[in-house]
């Protein structure tokens, strides 16, 4: 068994700038584009916000399952494809267990922990039979939502903004937050003017 602390956020690409998203703001009107931040801002103080959905994100996740399921409730993404555990073999499994939490346990609840994990892990290892489908589906019925799963999916940034919206809330759970916030780090670079307008809410 082996016990992991941190998730993994990666950003393979994109589509879209800041000035493809003006320019789309402003098909409709015919007019020419001077000013991509003040038509940027214009339309997220009216909430125009349909423009921004020719935005894409190509996100790539290595978290635990308990994080996957809040990340999947948004059913919005294109193409969201996830680690299966069918094809996950014994030795590549890992446990998410938060860094701090885990260090300022007694030793004993370590231990016991650790002991857990351990009988879990051997259950599995008697049912999980390698070639045997049916074996291994009923093999992760054991396994804990503390199992590290891959999510790699594609979301435009309209959708992405209400993504941000609900998961940096103070009331998020800290890895929600924590996954929100790193996702944020990778794309600002991509769509600065759209996503700082968003986050200080078109002022």
Same mark, same amino acid.
Do not use: W
């Given at each position: 068994?082996?016990?992991?602390?941190?998730?993994?956020?990666?950003?393979?690409?994109?589509?879209?700038?800041?000035?493809?998203?003006?320019?789309?703001?402003?098909?409709?009107?015919?007019?020419?584009?001077?000013?991509?931040?003040?038509?940027?801002?214009?339309?997220?103080?009216?909430?125009?916000?349909?423009?921004?959905?020719?935005?894409?994100?190509?996100?790539?996740?290595?978290?635990?399952?308990?994080?996957?399921?809040?990340?999947?409730?948004?059913?919005?993404?294109?193409?969201?494809?996830?680690?299966?555990?069918?094809?996950?073999?014994?030795?590549?499994?890992?446990?998410?267990?938060?860094?701090?939490?885990?260090?300022?346990?007694?030793?004993?609840?370590?231990?016991?922990?650790?002991?857990?994990?351990?009988?879990?892990?051997? !259950?599995?290892? =008697?049912?999980? *039979?390698?070639?045997?489908?049916?074996? +291994? &589906?009923? @093999?992760?019925?054991? %396994?804990?939502?503390?199992?590290?799963?891959?999510?790699?999916?594609?979301?435009?940034?309209?959708?992405?903004?209400?993504? !941000?919206?609900? =998961?940096?809330? *103070?009331?998020?759970?800290?890895?929600? +937050? &924590?996954? @929100?916030?790193?996702? %944020?780090?990778?794309?600002?670079?991509?769509?600065?003017?759209?996503?700082?307008?968003?986050?200080?809410?078109?002022?």
């Amino acid at each position: 068994m082996k016990i992991v602390h941190n998730i993994s956020v990666n950003l393979n690409g994109h589509y879209g700038s800041d000035e493809l998203i003006a320019n789309r703001t402003l098909i409709t009107t015919k007019k020419r584009l001077v000013n991509p931040e003040n038509t940027i801002k214009f339309i997220l103080k009216h909430k125009h916000l349909k423009p921004f959905e020719h935005g894409m994100l190509d996100f790539e996740l290595k978290i635990p399952i308990f994080l996957d399921r809040q990340v999947v409730t948004y059913r919005t993404m294109v193409g969201s494809l996830g680690e299966s555990g069918r094809y996950v073999s014994p030795e590549d499994m890992a446990y998410y267990l938060p860094k701090e939490e885990y260090e300022g346990m007694l030793l004993l609840d370590r231990m016991d922990i650790n002991d857990t994990m351990d009988k879990v892990q051997k !259950l599995y290892n =008697r049912i999980y *039979k390698p070639g045997n489908m049916r074996s +291994r &589906e009923v @093999a992760r019925n054991l %396994l804990p939502q503390s199992l590290m799963t891959v999510r790699i999916f594609q979301i435009n940034l309209r959708n992405f903004m209400h993504f !941000l919206d609900e =998961r940096l809330e *103070k009331s998020a759970q800290t890895e929600m +937050r &924590e996954l @929100a916030n790193r996702m %944020l780090e990778l794309a600002l670079p991509i769509f600065p003017i759209s996503l700082n307008g968003y986050v200080n809410k078109g002022e």
